[in-house]
């Protein structure tokens, strides 16, 4: 894999965009397991694109000013330096999102309380990152996919819809590809690659399992 390659995939596959891939895929494949399918269709793009905003606007934008401030050198985050505000300030933002989708929009919260479980596990996958991140770079971009890879696969074991089945496939290819990216970029370790890629399969199948 190229470099050009594999930075055009880390963009893409950014982490705080994998949220709004993996509630797309939910709405529109299995829209009546997240329980969005009294929605009509406008209504349910409304509400990806409301998640959209919480999830990837929001906190780039935030850490779009944390740079022009200074406080952070690089917007790639590549230090251990820069990612510990972001990553508080990206915590925050999703807490607060889980928190209102789970209790304060109605009547999201009550139709569809499955995505504030969704949105939970991702918040707490963050969480740990942030911690791990005051000492060790493990990787966002791999915990991100494991997250979904997690998700999707524990949705199909827990209900058997058929429809996740090739979109588990196509996340697990794409999984390898960031992997293989994110070392040819030098970004990460593979242990800090398997560290993340654990905690978003664990968190996010622990999650499902349990409370979807």
């Not at 705080?16 to 529109?28: A, E, N, R, S, V």
């Not at 606007?57 to 990612?83: C, M, N, Q, W």
């Amino acid at each position: 894999m190229n470099t050009r390659l594999a930075t055009v995939l880390s963009v893409l596959l950014h982490p705080l965009l994998l949220p709004t891939y993996l509630f797309g895929t939910l709405i529109l494949l299995v829209p009546e397991l997240l329980g969005v399918s009294a929605l009509g269709f406008p209504a349910q793009m409304s509400l990806l694109l409301l998640l959209f905003l919480n999830t990837f606007l929001a906190p780039s934008l935030l850490v779009f000013y944390f740079y022009r401030l200074g406080y952070i050198e690089s917007l790639h985050l590549e230090t251990l330096k820069d990612r510990r505000l972001p990553y508080l300030a990206t915590l925050l933002i999703y807490t607060l999102s889980t928190y209102l989708f789970g209790w304060r929009f109605q009547p999201i919260s009550e139709l569809a309380p499955q995505i504030a479980v969704v949105l939970g596990c991702i918040t707490f996958s963050l969480g740990v990152v942030a911690l791990v991140s005051l000492s060790w770079k493990i990787s966002a971009h791999a915990t991100g996919m494991g997250g979904c890879l997690g998700a999707l696969g524990g949705i199909l074991t827990r209900f058997g819809d058929a429809a996740l089945f090739y979109p588990l496939l196509v996340a697990v290819l794409l999984t390898g590809l960031l992997m293989s990216a994110r070392l040819r970029l030098n970004a990460h370790t593979p242990g800090q690659i398997g560290a993340g890629l654990g905690v978003g399969l664990v968190v996010s199948i622990a999650g499902i399992l349990l409370f979807f």
